[in-house]
């Protein structure tokens, strides 16, 4: 009789969160998503997957036969092969948010890096000459100093914005 329960309420819960998850997805998609679309879709999301995770339970001998199929076999290797390839960094909208903090924070002028840590030009200016930087002008950037290296962005940026002179 347990299946008989689950039975009642898995499919309307999959349905149901599906559409959610289609419309607020597909407002997402579009740039259209006002108020909470967001958080309802990534809600309907956890909706859906115990939905989802019922029927799988209730139709568990039915689905691993239709799985014996090549078609079936096809579209799930293929929704792995997107889930593989959605987890892999791409580009700039792959990197960590500290990753872009970094970038942001290299490519401002001394003058703009200066402000944004309330201390002047030239206290940046003196700290990494100091450090053994060569600073011709105001409007260079860390990128300019320190090259590409993240990791020397990094020490450029620590030496640059810290409180006192090391």
Do not use: C
Not at 11 to 27: D, E, I, Q
Not at 68 to 87: D, E, F, N, Y
Not at 140 to 166: K, M, P, V, W
């Amino acid at each position: 009789m347990p299946s008989l329960s689950l039975r009642r309420w898995a499919t309307p819960l999959v349905a149901a969160s599906f559409l959610l998850m289609a419309v607020t997805g597909t407002l997402m998609f579009f740039h259209a998503a006002t108020g909470l679309s967001k958080e309802i879709h990534e809600w309907a999301g956890w909706v859906l997957l115990a939905g989802a995770g019922a029927h799988v339970a209730m139709n568990w001998r039915p689905l691993t036969a239709y799985l014996r199929r090549p078609l079936a076999q096809g579209m799930l290797a293929a929704g792995v092969v997107a889930v593989a390839i959605s987890l892999y960094p791409s580009g700039e909208g792959g990197a960590p948010d500290i990753q872009k903090m970094v970038n942001s924070l290299s490519t401002a002028s001394l003058s703009q890096l200066a402000a944004i840590g309330g201390q002047t030009e030239e206290t940046v200016t003196a700290r990494l000459n100091e450090a053994g930087m060569t600073v011709t002008s105001p409007d260079q950037t860390i990128a300019d100093i320190a090259g590409a290296e993240t990791g020397a962005r990094i020490a450029a940026l620590q030496t640059a914005l810290s409180s006192t002179a090391d």
